[in-house]
Nanobody, 116 residues
């Protein structure tokens, strides 16, 4: 069982930056850790994830602007978001996907709003 708690969302102007953090309780070694987002009226989509070997995957829309990282010491996964655009506005969810089975866990979500 893994519990995930996100932090770091908020309101930022276009071109600004935010850093999201997701603290996990329980071992996440055998999990792909990632971030998804869901905008109003849209389906939830993958933003970025990282395997336990450090391989990262990004949505095309965020490549070059967002960086996902894992902090082993803090048992956490982070998402650094730069050059934010209004279309990045969404609720961002942390996700843990078990690599040896089908278990998945979600955080409660954190709102990111990009607006002037």
């Amino acid at each position: 069982q893994v519990q995930l708690v996100e932090s770091g969302g908020g309101l930022v102007q276009p071109g600004g930056s935010l850093r999201l953090s997701c603290a996990a309780s329980g071992s996440i070694f055998n999990y792909v850790m990632g971030w998804y987002r869901q905008a109003p009226g849209k389906e939830r989509e993958l933003v970025a994830d990282m395997s336990n070997t450090g391989r990262a995957t990004y949505a095309e829309s965020v490549k070059g602007r967002f960086t996902v990282s894992r902090d082993k010491a803090k048992n956490a996964v982070n998402l650094q978001m730069n050059s934010l655009k209004p279309e990045d506005t969404a609720v961002y969810y942390c996700n843990a996907k078990f690599i040896l089975g089908t278990s998945r866990y979600w955080g409660q979500g954190t709102q990111v709003t990009v607006s002037s």
